[in-house]
């Protein structure tokens, strides 16, 4: 059999502590996934359930937590895409931007 590295040494040197060796562990990186492997899981066809005109009529849509107006979808705007607002909201924000860059580029452009 084979013989333990703390037994060898223990003959040479009783004193000695040898601290075994295989307690790490290494880690391995993600294989990336392949096209063909993503395809394959794809969720099965799409059936919606038809609403009736009074469910239509009852539904409610989304409060925008920027301007308080229901909307009935909130979109994702900024850097990140994080943040949701209506679409009003979105528009009005751009519109605004646009005009700042209008105003202020001029001052800060060439002469």
């Known amino acids: 059999m084979t013989e333990r590295v703390s ?12 601290i075994s060796g295989g307690m790490r562990r290494r880690t391995r990186k993600k294989k990336a996934k392949k096209l063909v492997e993503i395809r394959e899981q794809a969720l099965g066809p799409y ?7 009074e469910e239509w009529e009852k539904a409610q849509g989304e ?11 909130l979109l994702p705007y ?31 452009g060439r002469r």
Do not use: N, W
């Open 7 to 18: 037994e060898i040494f223990g003959k040479v040197d009783p004193g000695l502590t040898v």
């Open 47 to 53: 059936h919606p359930t038809p609403m009736s005109r």
């Open 63 to 73: 409060v925008c937590p920027i301007c308080s107006s229901e909307t009935q979808q």
């Open 78 to 108: 900024g850097f990140t895409g994080k943040r949701k607002a209506c679409k009003q909201y979105i528009e009005r924000r751009t519109k605004l931007l646009e005009y700042k860059a209008r105003v202020v580029a001029p001052k800060f």
